[in-house]
Structures are given as structure tokens and as C-alpha cells.
């Protein structure tokens, strides 16, 4: 059985992270990781570290800072997405069921395009409830793509492991949303 001590002493080690914001810009990555990861099965704290991380501009910023981080890390992500599939679809090898399941993904992606730029524009109004949804569209589209291939027995998806990345990607994003939120006052 989990004290309610054990549960408040991460959240407040992060609300006294986000209040003295970059001191010790690794740590607020990793403790805001940390804590996402606990709270969010869909996160995985080492593909979260190593994300935000990869980012240069993520050294030294705020938990705001991180989300909008996550978000760019989302549109590039999508962007890059929908430029592999188009280039898969080149490819003359692919039967008619899966070339229709990569059009659709195309298509899923396009969208998913206009979806994180307009989350970028909530994000930074802080409209994080619309910002939500637009991030969720996402998420979907990552579903909603490989659950295409998985409905023919057999097919394996190219896109599966792409997929997952956009998927956890846009999961960090709506989780650091989810923490300022709840009352950061960064």
C-alpha cells in the first residue's frame, strides 16, 4: 500500500523544479519524465528523456518550454511521417489492400499536419483544452493508421514502430500540458 506522502513528494519536487525553472535544466527533464511516465502507461520515461533531450533548445527550459518542445517534436515527427509514406507508396510492390491502408495513413498524416499547428497556436494562447483535443487527433491518427493494416490477418504495417513514436510523442505532449494545467505557474 502507497502512502498519500509517497505519491505528493514527486509532484511537489516537480512543482519546486517548475518554480526555480532552468537552475538545473537536466533535472526538470528527468523529473518531469519521471513523473509522466508514472502517471501515464502510454509513456515510457527513456523514449521521453531521450525525445525531449534531442531537442537543443531543451537544456535549458521551463516545464512551458518543454511543452512546447513536445509539440514541435510532434509536428516533426508527423511531417517526417507523412514524407515517409509517400515515399513507401512509390514503391510498385505493395498489393491493393495495403497500398489503400498507406493512402489512408497518408491521408490520416496530411490532416494530422494542420492538427499540431493549430495545437502549437492553442498552446501558446493557452487554450491547452483545444490544444488537447488537436494533440488527441493525433494520437488517433497513429491508431486509427495501423489499426488499417492490422483489420487484413497477415498484413504487417510498415509504419508500426512510426506509429508508436507519433503515438508516445503526442502522449509526453498531452501529459506536460496536463501538469501546467494543473497549476504551474510557469
Known amino acids: 500500500m502507497t502512502s498519500s506522502f509517497s505519491l505528493i513528494l514527486p509532484a511537489l519536487f516537480l512543482s519546486f523544479l517548475i518554480s526555480t525553472q532552468p537552475a538545473n535544466c537536466q533535472n526538470l527533464i528527468n523529473e518531469t519524465c519521471k513523473t509522466l511516465a508514472r502517471d501515464d502507461p502510454n509513456i515510457n520515461y527513456n523514449f521521453c528523456t531521450t525525445s525531449?533531450?534531442?531537442a537543443p533548445a531543451s537544456q535549458c527550459a521551463s516545464l512551458r518550454g518543454l511543452g512546447k518542445i513536445?509539440?514541435?517534436?510532434?509536428r516533426y515527427n508527423v511531417t517526417d511521417m507523412r514524407c515517409y509514406i509517400k515515399r513507401l507508396m512509390k514503391n510498385r510492390k505493395w498489393?491493393?489492400?495495403a497500398e489503400q491502408c498507406l493512402k489512408d495513413?497518408?491521408?490520416l498524416f496530411s490532416d494530422a499536419i494542420s492538427s499540431v499547428k493549430d495545437a502549437m497556436k492553442y498552446y501558446n494562447s493557452k487554450r491547452?483544452?483545444?490544444a488537447n483535443v488537436q494533440i488527441s487527433s493525433i494520437m488517433d491518427a497513429a491508431t486509427t493508421c495501423e489499426d488499417g493494416f492490422n483489420e487484413r490477418k497477415g498484413l504487417v504495417s510498415p509504419l508500426t514502430k512510426r506509429n508508436r513514436n507519433t503515438f508516445q510523442?503526442?502522449?509526453v505532449a498531452l501529459s506536460v500540458m496536463d501538469v501546467i494545467r494543473k497549476g504551474s505557474d510557469v
Do not use: G, H, K, N
Not at 513536445?70 to 510532434?74: A, C, D, E, N, T
Open 52 to 54: 525531449l533531450q534531442a
Open 70 to 74: 513536445s509539440i514541435r517534436l510532434v
Open 95 to 97: 498489393d491493393p489492400y
Open 105 to 107: 495513413c497518408f491521408e
Open 128 to 130: 491547452y483544452d483545444d
Open 169 to 171: 510523442l503526442s502522449a
